[in-house]
């Protein structure tokens, strides 16, 4: 049983996709409840692995690929992090992706590839090696295509393209950085602190160069500068689409894979050895300014979030690159803070457009008035991203602003402090206007849902996430909460 569970978590979103794709468009209820059945499914055998990790169990599942490389899936501490938060983020936005797209054409085609982006992510964060991160890492470019392109209109076709040249160019350097490894080294298995500090004298130089190449494939999907460009295109997806790219999948996929590769590649001290985690640092530094200014110049709603996602991502290859136990700490729960308050924001921008018609920050006057409860969760998505206690963003910045200075990276402060304020400089004009503006005479074209603000599942998943990333600031001390398996993680790369 503990080799099969990783494939049926797999198998829980790869079998109801499939099945879907098979699906006519009259088949509301059967799509609906394969969607919910296989969520909650997953939801329910990752909170048993889960269980078992925390019990002593070993959960690892092997199949033979090539002589001497095999597919492998295991559930460390840093993989069930992301499962875990892929899992609950499925869940959510299934419910908010069905009320989305009730009278949507092609939904059977948009679910079925949405369940495969789901498959491929956990496949990636369940990786034991390189070769199976690559191969689940490519699929999920795959199958993220059909979803950006989902609406089929000439700018959906030509931010599908953008996307594709970007992110099928950094799968080719990925590939030729993973296969030069395997010469040198003769496996890609993840290993706690990593498996190359044996060739230190010998391949100094040529592992400097694989390790540019991963940085660079990994940093295509994590969107660090100058490897953006497609992220703010990619706005034109569906928000479902938008809110699944920006919190668990793409760009939380590359950002897991450049920790992967300075954790359990390289590890900490033999990629500090080579002098190549200060160029890392200065380059997410770099990241991390660059999409807060830009944020500040955007009109339309969605690529202001983008652009923040292109910075909020980059704090992880920051604490990844400081080389200390307390920025990594910081870098790595950010992984879950992040997409647990950037998924509310998404929703919540879906919810104006869908509701209201509203796509850009001006036309956002007083809509707190209108939408209540779309609005208060997107202010605490907002704030957490500002840094404001006790939400989860201030938890990450707490961490890396304390690990930057235990790491002797006092510039690092700087960097936050300003990205902070950048923050609050492009989220609180949007908030002062929707709550103490005079609202419109009219939207731009409202829907009327009785009462209620909006439907109900659009409604109810930004109001559970905003709520859960407000939980994990509070709760941050408790023995089970993102922060403390974050400390678990980091233990193992720095502790004797």
């Not at 959906?156 to 799968?171: I, P």
């Not at 829907?447 to 709760?475: D, I, K, N, Y």
């Amino acid at each position: 049983m503990n080799a099969w569970l990783p494939l049926l978590v797999l198998a829980s979103s790869l079998v109801p996709g499939l099945i879907i794709f098979a699906l006519k468009e009259e088949h509301t209820r059967a799509r609906i409840a394969l969607n919910l059945g296989g969520a909650v499914i997953k939801l329910v055998l990752v909170g048993v692995m889960v269980w078992g990790v925390f019990q002593g169990q070993t959960y690892e599942a092997r199949l033979p690929l090539l002589p001497g490389l095999e597919l492998a899936l295991q559930a460390d501490a840093l993989a069930l992090l992301f499962v875990v938060l892929s899992s609950v983020l499925w869940l959510v936005t299934t419910i908010y992706a069905i009320g989305y797209l009730e009278d949507s054409p092609y939904r059977s085609r948009f679910f079925g590839f949405f369940s495969l982006c789901v498959t491929s992510t956990v496949g990636v964060a369940l990786s034991g090696n390189l070769i199976t991160f690559l191969l689940f890492y490519e699929l999920l470019t795959l199958s993220t295509y059909p979803l950006i392109v989902h609406r089929a209109t000439e700018v959906a076709r030509r931010a599908a393209k953008t996307y594709l040249v970007y992110t099928l160019a950094g799968g080719a350097l990925l590939l030729v950085g993973v296969v030069w490894l395997y010469t040198l080294a003769g496996t890609l298995s993840f290993t706690p602190r990593g498996f190359l500090s044996g060739l230190e004298t010998q391949h100094s130089t040529a592992l400097s160069v694989i390790f540019v190449l991963l940085i660079a494939g990994f940093g295509v999907k994590a969107a660090i500068l100058p490897l953006h460009g497609w992220l703010p295109k990619a706005m034109v997806a569906p928000a479902p689409v938008s809110a699944l790219l920006h919190a668990v999948a793409v760009v939380k996929a590359g950002a897991f894979g450049i920790v992967r590769v300075v954790h359990d590649v390289y590890g900490v001290e033999f990629a500090d050895s080579l002098n190549l985690l200060m160029p890392l640092a200065i380059l997410a530094a770099a990241t991390i300014l660059y999409g807060s200014v830009r944020a500040l110049y955007q009109d339309d709603l969605k690529r202001r979030l983008a652009y923040s996602t292109v910075s909020q991502v980059s704090y992880i290859a920051l604490g990844t690159a400081i080389a200390g136990p307390v920025a990594a700490i910081g870098g790595i729960v950010h992984l879950v803070h992040q997409g647990l308050m950037k998924i509310t924001l998404f929703f919540c921008a879906g919810n104006l457009a869908e509701t209201l018609g509203i796509h850009k920050i001006s036309e956002m006057d007083g809509v707190g008035r209108r939408m209540p409860w779309t609005m208060a969760a997107f202010t605490l998505g907002a704030f957490g991203m500002i840094g404001v206690p006790p939400l989860a963003g201030f938890i990450s910045k707490w961490y890396l602003g304390l690990g930057a200075l235990e790491a002797g990276q006092g510039w690092v402060i700087w960097v936050l402090v300003g990205s902070s304020l950048l923050n609050a400089a492009y989220f609180l004009p949007i908030l002062y206007a929707a709550w103490f503006k005079a609202p419109a005479t009219h939207w731009p074209h409202e829907r009327s849902f009785g009462r209620q603000e909006t439907a109900w599942m659009l409604l109810l998943p930004p109001v559970l996430t905003a709520l859960l990333s407000l939980a994990v600031g509070l709760l941050a001390n408790t023995t089970f909460s993102p922060l403390q398996w974050a400390v678990f993680i980091a233990s193992l790369e720095f502790m004797p």
